[in-house]
């Protein structure tokens, strides 16, 4: 998930620096220096992220958004770690893509996708901590007129070690901001933390249990009015007409705009006034051309093609179709994944006041400085006259980052009734059809063996939609129209930074993309396209394993020497359920493996079968995750639990149908969620390898081991083999 | 015009009486702990008690409600004690997003109410709330650490 804004880059700075002034504060200089830049509470701030009031509290400040995904604490706890502050005084706050912008992207990056929230920010972060210490040690140093390096911090205490004095964090804040931040700021070696590593409770649970937790739709300012939208079903469609006078007297009721040339909105004094009459409004859109396109013709387009001659190369070695051709066994199989909506139980949403001298918006996303961007863009103002501010996310998913045209609908309605702000909220029923979906995929794979069983060849064709292609275009056309990005988990290491590296050493191997796109706009989805990737080749290399009479654990482990991280985490889930030895009478396993976003994941799944196999009971998961390094494992055993939550809905209930054009399901009834009778036992298995590699992320790798894991056990258990999503199209449901 | 009994506390509000009692507690009182997330009694997130039982608001109209009890998550501490369902989510950290977790604490108090000792299946028939960050192993683990305290 490479963000680009929408604006270049450039002219957010351009725009910032005409108005930066005494904030304009160079990139690479925390802050320090004599002119204190203060908080709002008139607080100091010794660097971007950490702000130090007289009674120790300690704000840390961070750009990257809470979502549910702990990340917010996370950081924390990496500031904190470096900072040597008691963590009992540590609360958080956003700095505004603005005030960001305004000092040069001081807070570093905005977006919170693509498991990037800690792996990308670690190290800035803990400078920014360890840098804070450096200037309160020094500070009281000078106070006491003796060298800084006899002096030592811990717990928000600074003490002199040969006298024995000591001073808090508190009393020195105010002169520790006025020096000039250290060049060098070593960082600890993680064996030697003691807050980060650790899995302290989160900053922000306390609120969340009481209601008093402000999501973007809880969100009230005074004189706000509310609206609610509804854009042309059909992707691409137009507005033809509505008759606002039949719906002008309802109650409540203050006014029914257009917004742009694709939807139309009422504004009203509550939100249940609005959606009322909107319900009640006449208007005829204008479908075109899309609304011929269904399901089935969007299955043919893919399957031709996974036989076409032109496709995008996203790993090769050896020479897979001569190998192939002249292979004494060949096994092949179709396999095929579904559009799929991120269904954030928050539904889209956003806030904005708009008069000609300023646009202020406020919204739950994934992505400050991308909303930003959309506000710029929709208001027609200057980045100086314009600012976001986040709030607490009811789910993101993917789907609060890159695409935020919530944010653009919230400013076009503003600019209609300027000064008054006005709250956004798409139904369930909007958010279902005017999603940005989990693209769609087929992927038809050919594997090849020798006369001894050795598998010598495997040609992966996939066949379906680019997110790239329509998210940055940009970055499609500069790899002459390829979508590096379809390869997630299957890429050759020089792709994607090694990121999302294939797992399995094959000695003629060709990986290749059809593009193939539809009007229905695909988007980012928790996982990306790791979730699609990982059923092909994991249940495939299954049915390799199975085609040869071997078992699918030694069939793997042959192909994974070069491999010894994802080796580790598969030998780990395989040891921890006793593989190779039998299971509990009537019980089947699974396993399957990936690596994704610089982490390895991967999942055993225990199941039974009732039903003649139209039932399945998962018992237990047994989920192993080597990140690099883990700073909370409390909160990674969530993520990894929960992924499972995400990973196996996805499996068996959810698919966005296409009709007319347009997505049939349009809520929880004909698009289901996992609930608490199905969830099975989770059991993680934290490992991280630690070194100097880069760090993983959490919060999306272990999804895309859900479905294959318990894919391969259903084989097990039934002789069948479930080769395409969601499985409540062959009846069969998990109880 | 409707007068209803929220948290202890009678009002009139100016609201028709077919709106759903979810939009009521929102936009008309103010109290947003109660949230919507499907309005079709699927997914949990507006679980309201009415006399003391769980209640999905955003499919019962105003008229239905009132002349009733109506306890929503801020009136679900007594005398600034939280409940003991609130306290256990917070031992436990269950919340990721949170904002199914008003809606899922709600129809959990209730359970246990009807059931101090609620074993798994009593937990699986009475819980159906949706959490799309997947926080069950720690509902569920929750749910019994709230039934063994006092």
Sequence with gaps: ??????????????????????????????????????????SPELTAWVVIRPDDTVVIRMARSEMGQGTITGLAQLVAEELECDWSKVTYEYPTPGQSLARKRAWGDFSTGGSRGIRMSHEYVRKGGATARMMLIQAAANEWKVPAAECTAANSVITHGPSGRNTTFGRVAEAAAKLEPPKEVPLKDPKDWKIAGKSVKRLDTVDKVTGKQVYGFDLR??????????????FGGKVKSFEAAKVAGMKGVRKVVQVGDSAVAVVADTWWQAKTALDALPVVFDEGENAKVSSASIATMLEAGLTAEQAFVGNQNGDAKAALGGAAKKIEAVYAYPFQNHVCMEPMNATARYTTDKCEVWVPTQNGEDALAYVLSASGLPADKCDVYKINLGGGFGRRGAYQDYVTQAVLIAKQIPGTPVKLLWSREEDMRQGHYHPIMQCKLVGGFDANNNLTALHMRLSGQSILAAVRPQVVDKDKGRDALVFQGLA?????????SFGYSIPNLLIDHAMRNTHVPPGFWRGVNI????????????????????????????????????????????ERVGWGK?????????????????????????????????????????????PGHAVNPAQIDRQVAGSFVYGLSALFYQECTIKGGRVVEENFDTYDSMRIAQMPRVESIIMPSGGSDPWGGVGEPTICVAAPAVLNAYFKATGKRLRTLPLKNEKITLV | MARLTINGKSQDIDVDPDTPLLWAIRENVGLTGTKYGCGIAQCGACTVHIDGEAVRSCSMPVSAAEGK????????????????????????????????????????????KEKPKPTDADINNAITNICRCGTFQQVREAIHMAAQSA
């Excluded at chain 1, 300012?221 to 059909?234: D, Q, R, S, T, Y």
């Design chain 1, 582 to 626: 039998p299971a509990p009478q009537g019980v089947y396993r699974g396993l399957a493996h990936m690596k994704a976003f610089n982490s390895y994941v991967a999942a055993v799944a225990e199941i039974s079968i009732e039903g003649g196999g139209n039932r399945i009971k998962i018992h237990r998961i047994v989920a192993a995750t080597d």
């Design chain 2, 69 to 112: 009890a109506i306890t929503t998550i801020e009136g679900l501490a007594q005398n600034g004690v939280l409940h003991k369902v609130q306290k256990a989510w917070i031992d436990h950290d269950v919340p990721q997003c949170g904002y199914c977790q008003c809606g899922m604490i709600m129809a959990v108090a209730a359970l246990l």
């Design chain 1, 531 to 574: 979730n699609q990737n990982c059923i092909f080749i994991e249940c495939f290399m299954d049915e390799l394993a199975q085609a040869v009479g071997q078992d699918e654990l030694e069939f793997r482990r042959k192909l994974m020497a070069k491999h010894p991280k994802n080796l580790a985490v598969l030998n780990a889930v395989a």
């Design chain 1, 492 to 500: 050759e290491p020089a792709l994607l930074g090694n990121e999302h």
């Design chain 1, 221 to 234: 300012l005074p004189g706000m009015l509310n609206a609610a939208i509804k854009e042309c079903p059909v």
């Design chain 1, 1 to 42: 998930m490479n963000h680009i804004p929408k604006i270049n880059r450039r002219s957010f700075v351009v725009g910032a620096a005409a108005t930066g002034g005494g904030l304009a504060i160079g990139l690479n200089l925390p802050f320090g220096g004599p002119q204190v830049v203060r908080a709002q509470d008139g």
